[in-house]
């Protein structure tokens, strides 16, 4: 049996290099657990979800505001989302059976219409609402962004919805401010 030693002019052997992964790969990872997240997420909330637990999100009933517009609910206190009949939109403050409430110090900014050259709209208090300075673009449905500031420098809370004006088939309101359970 033979042994082998290393001599003077015998070079050592190199060893493989580590495999780095380049970018892309990094990239693809990133990518891929992100997917996995975004749909991993609301598979868990439903199966932690208690059906009598309605409060505070999508299930709870609709409420309709007292001049007949749409509820956003993401802010405290809740406004109503009314378009006018010269197309305008009036802001109300409501409470959480939709009766009207004196104003604070809200800051409310409206961008919708069209996608391709959106309309910002501005508000003056009027009395106790706020009223745009300009008419919401006309159509039947269009995407609405509604910005909100409860209080000055608070967080931003962003309501996006569609302003769809026709008639709802199954409630007194318009689409937008529909308050039955049909799919919208």
Do not use: W
């Not at 909330?45 to 637990?53: F, V």
């Not at 206190?77 to 403050?93: C, G, R, W």
């Not at 159509?139 to 500031?149: A, E, M, R, S």
């Amino acid at each position: 049996m033979r042994l082998r030693t290393k001599t003077k002019n015998q070079k050592p052997k190199k060893q493989k290099p580590m495999k780095i992964k380049t970018k892309p790969q990094i990239a693809l990872t990133a990518i891929t657990a992100v997917i996995t997240m975004t749909f991993a997420n609301p598979v868990i909330a439903e199966e932690d979800h208690g059906h009598d637990d309605h409060k505070g999100h999508a299930h709870e009933k609709k409420i309709a505001g007292p001049n007949g517009g749409r509820v956003l609910t993401k802010v405290e206190p809740h406004l109503e989302f009314f378009v006018t009949k010269d197309h305008k939109i009036q802001i109300t403050a409501v409470d959480d059976k939709g009766k009207a409430i004196p104003l604070a110090a809200q800051f409310v900014r409206v961008i919708g219409g069209s996608r391709s050259k959106p309309t910002s709209l501005s508000f003056t208090k009027k009395d106790n609402t706020l009223i745009s300075d300009k008419a919401f673009p006309k159509g039947k449905n269009l995407p609405v962004v509604v910005q909100v500031k409860v209080k000055p420098g608070a967080k931003t809370v962003i309501e996006k919805f569609s302003l769809n004006l026709s008639d709802c088939p199954g409630c007194d309101y318009l689409e937008y401010a529909c308050t039955c359970d049909h799919d919208h």
